[in-house]
Structures are given as structure tokens and as C-alpha cells.
């Protein structure tokens, strides 16, 4: 068993677990996952609209139905690190959508997070329009918004969105960098530690992944190992500007289409991609901060 999840600081990041790996399954068992199969404490929540959500979104109003859900998260002992909601994006909310999306925030409040991620869009005028209406909502709760880095025709997809987030002007508002949506979509066509460089200093948040081609050419997610990115090169990055990071490892995700297979891994599959996983991040931690605390010889 993996030790508890501790806070940073040599012992390992501020990592958490998208609850995502645990879709087929309901919120109490993920949770229960989360804690007692790989000891950890914190996990990110998964409310994505038709693709993976461990909640009710129709019900999310509610005062009643959050306190239910923040009861699960008490009762089991794991934090909640962020929520993550990139659907829809955020230049295609209307009227209901904003009440959706007002219940999501207050619920991540609720839950004790400080961050709600989600997804720009494609439309930047709708955009600017849409991201004002939410930050008037998140701010006054504390909260960041953080854009998922997306697929190339999205407005923030790689480095290219740093002036976009900046004219927007809110330290409530950064960037979640996912190391993995635009490299499928590129077909890995593109360096995303340099990438990721480019574009730090905005960067509030991260998810990794990693994934493996098939026969058929296509990408297929696989326990974190550095198939598609140089982890370490990357954490010993983030040792220097310290963000929270979560293991992102959806086994029923189609990469190629964006949608989700039928068939729900067993347990003991997740648990392992998850546990290999942890183990690995937290190793190279432990040696970005050993190099970072080791003195120099004198000369």
C-alpha cells in the first residue's frame, strides 16, 4: 500500500487522484478506492458533462443534494483537490448552464477546494462574455478558475493562450495544464515540456497522463511511466514553482474521438494503473527535491 498522502516538501507533490479512473463505478466506491486500495488523500472530482461525472449535475443546485455529496467525501476521509467541469465550455453557457455552473462552484467550496477547472471554447468573444459572468461567482468565494489546455482548434490549447488569460487580468483565473489533450490531438505532434515552460507562469494546476500507441497506430492511456513526456524534466520544473498536480488515467476514454468506451475496467486494474503511477511521480519528486537540498561542493 502506498503511504498517506502528505503535503509537498521532499515527501512528494501536492498530488491527487481524478476520480475519473473510476468511472462505471459510484462516488462512495471511488472514494473508498482512493483510501483504503492505494492510501491516499485527495482526489479530484470529475463533473464533465456526458463524458465522466460522479455526481448529478441536474441536482447540483441543491443545497441538500452538495451537502450529501461533501458527507461522502467527510466520511471517507479524502479531500477534495479540485472539480473538474469542462463541459460545456465556457463560451456555450446560457441561462441554465450558469445556474449549473453556480451550484458547481459553491460546491467546490463546499468541498473545501479552492479550484474549479474548465474549458474555454473555441468562440473568444462569447468567451470573455462567459468568463466574466463566473469569475463575478468564484471570486467572491475564493475560488480559481483554471482553463484546461485542450485540443488545437480550442482558445486555450497550448502557449499560444498566455496573452489571452493575461488581458483577462484575475488572479482568479490561471491555467490547468493537461499533459496529454493536445499532444493526442496533435497526434504528438508537439514538445510539451517546452510547451509547458513557455507558459508557467500562468499555470495554476496540472494533470498528468500517459499513453502508449497500439497496433493501430492509435493512443491508448497507461499508468504514468514518460511515454509521451520527460515526468521528470517536468517535476523538477514544478519543484521550482510548486503547483498541485493531479494523475489523470481514465482507462474508458477513446483518445481518438474523445468519447467513452462501454466496457468499466475492474477495480484491480485501476488501482494498479493508479498505484504505479503514484509511485512513480513521487519518486521523481523525491529526487528533484534531493538535488534542489544537496549542497554544492565547495569549489
Known amino acids: 500500500m502506498i503511504p498517506a498522502h502528505q503535503e509537498p516538501k521532499g515527501s512528494g507533490p501536492d498530488l491527487a487522484v481524478c476520480l475519473n479512473a473510476y468511472s462505471g463505478y459510484s462516488l462512495e466506491v471511488a472514494l473508498a478506492q482512493v483510501r483504503e486500495a492505494l492510501g491516499w488523500r485527495s482526489a479530484e472530482l470529475d463533473a464533465i458533462d456526458g463524458l465522466f461525472c460522479h455526481i448529478d449535475l441536474d441536482r447540483v443546485t441543491s443545497p441538500v443534494y452538495r451537502k450529501g455529496i461533501t458527507d461522502v467525501f467527510t466520511d471517507t476521509g479524502v479531500s477534495c483537490r479540485a472539480v473538474s467541469a469542462q463541459r460545456p465550455p465556457v463560451d456555450r453557457l446560457d441561462s441554465a448552464g450558469v445556474a449549473r455552473m453556480t451550484g458547481l462552484v459553491e460546491l467546490t467550496r463546499e468541498l473545501g477546494s479552492d479550484r474549479i477547472i474548465l474549458g474555454a471554447g473555441t468562440d473568444e468573444a462569447s468567451f470573455r462574455q462567459g ?91 497507461s499508468p504514468i511511466t514518460g511515454h509521451i513526456v520527460d515526468y521528470a524534466a517536468v517535476l523538477a520544473a514544478i519543484h521550482t514553482q510548486p503547483i498541485p498536480v493531479s494523475i489523470e488515467l481514465p482507462r474508458r476514454m477513446i483518445l481518438s474521438s474523445g468519447t467513452r468506451r462501454s466496457a468499466v475496467p475492474a477495480l484491480a486494474t485501476v488501482n494498479g494503473d493508479l498505484a504505479a503511477s503514484i509511485e512513480l511521480v513521487t519518486g521523481l519528486w523525491r529526487q528533484a527535491h534531493t538535488r534542489d537540498s544537496t549542497p554544492e561542493a565547495p569549489a
Open 131 to 221: 468568463i466574466q459572468v463566473l469569475l463575478a461567482i468564484a471570486e467572491p468565494l475564493g475560488l480559481v478558475i483554471g482553463l484546461e489546455t485542450q485540443g488545437p482548434r480550442q482558445l486555450v490549447h497550448d502557449s499560444t493562450c498566455v496573452n489571452l488569460i493575461r488581458s483577462i487580468d484575475s488572479e482568479h483565473l490561471d491555467v490547468n495544464y493537461d499533459f496529454g489533450n493536445a499532444y493526442f490531438a496533435l497526434d504528438g505532434r508537439l514538445d510539451m515540456l517546452a510547451d509547458f515552460l513557455r507558459m508557467q507562469s500562468i499555470v495554476g494546476h496540472a494533470h498528468f497522463k500517459d499513453a502508449v500507441r497500439n497496433a493501430d497506430g492509435d493512443f491508448t492511456l
